[in-house]
């Protein structure tokens, strides 16, 4: 977890939206191996926000939550 949200804090310090998202997204796939499934939906909405800002649509419909 640690590991995740680290690397969740070092892409929200750049401009670069994309990888925030995917970030997110990664943070949120080990939330849900943990089974921690609110958490998990909760992280795959932010990474769907931070795609469909960018407007990579192909990317967000990926974020399922």
């Given at each position: 977890?640690?590991?995740a949200?680290?690397?969740?804090?070092?892409?929200r310090?750049?401009?670069?939206l994309?990888?925030?998202?995917?970030?997110?997204s990664?943070q949120?796939?080990?939330?849900?191996?943990?089974?921690?499934r609110?958490?998990?939906?909760?992280?795959?909405?932010?990474a769907?926000?931070l795609?469909?800002?960018?407007?990579?649509?192909v990317?967000?419909?990926?974020?399922?939550?």
């Open positions: 977890r640690a590991l949200q680290s690397a969740v804090d070092w892409s310090q750049t401009d670069a994309a990888l925030q998202a995917y970030c997110l990664e949120a796939a080990m939330l849900d191996a943990l089974g921690d609110p958490g998990a939906a909760a992280t795959r909405h932010q769907w926000a795609y469909a800002a960018k407007g990579d649509k990317s967000a419909a990926r974020v399922q939550f």
